[in-house]
Antibody, heavy 121, light 111 residues
């Protein structure tokens, strides 16, 4: 099934940048679409960004479009999220997530442990 | 953009009872594109159901999903103590652009 380890979170001031990373193991990384999902403290889940496995096409939720960039390095089995112009409302636990293939396509079957990003002055 | 609304917000039941959780979409969702997750405090979510009604690997058969179009249901036939958690539905749509979204969650608590 695989394992994801996400890291890179921390305390950052509004307007600054932060890069999150995710290391994948136990599955053929370049065969799967990958995503970031976040959860603000005490709140629900919000899909943030995704990247296709075949052509690297990306998609974002409107609130981060133009500020966040998702990318992948298949040679290193890693997923990245570059976050710029951070706002207080970006404060959340960020999860690296693997999308299913086959009959479970469009569902998220493997999740990282989450990394906390806190945006505060 | 498709909005998912889950009800109730909180459901209070006892072990052994049957739980019925609802997820309603603002527009029709393809059945292949609807999933359910369980999240316990301090843990990452876990995939329970994909394709609206198919259990994910290792999920007990007391969990079942049903529905189509705009109305979907997660049923837990006989609640076990470990089932008390927060449950989320999630959908995928392609219009106007590829987009995934979650419902706001239903908290299943012990009565």
């Amino acid at each position: 099934e695989g394992k994801l380890v996400d890291f890179g979170g921390g305390l950052v001031q509004p307007g600054r940048s932060l890069r999150l990373s995710c290391e994948a193991s136990g599955f053929n990384f370049d065969d799967y679409a990958m995503h970031w999902v976040r959860q603000a403290p005490g709140k629900g889940l919000e899909w943030v960004a995704g990247i296709n496995w075949s052509n690297g096409r990306t998609a974002y939720v409107d609130s981060v479009e133009g500020r966040f960039t998702i990318s992948r390095d298949n040679a290193k089995n890693s997923l990245l999220l570059e976050m710029n112009s951070l706002r207080a409302e970006d404060t959340a636990v960020y999860y690296c997530v693997k999308e299913c293939r086959g009959v479970c396509l469009y569902a998220f079957d493997v999740w990282g442990q989450g990394t906390l990003v806190t945006v505060t002055s | 953009e498709i909005v998912l609304t889950q009800s109730p917000g909180t459901l209070s039941l006892s072990p052994g009872e049957r739980a019925t959780l609802s997820c309603r979409a603002s527009q029709s969702v393809g059945s292949d594109f609807l999933a359910w997750y369980q999240q316990k405090p301090g843990q990452a979510p876990r995939l329970l159901i994909h394709g609206a009604s198919s259990r994910a690997t290792g999920i007990p058969d007391r969990f079942s999903g049903s529905g189509s179009g705009t109305d979907f249901t997660l049923t837990i036939s006989r609640l076990e103590p470990e089932d008390f958690a927060v449950y989320y539905c999630q959908q995928y749509s392609t219009s106007p652009s590829p987009m995934y979204s979650f419902g706001q969650g239903t908290k299943l608590e012990i009565k």
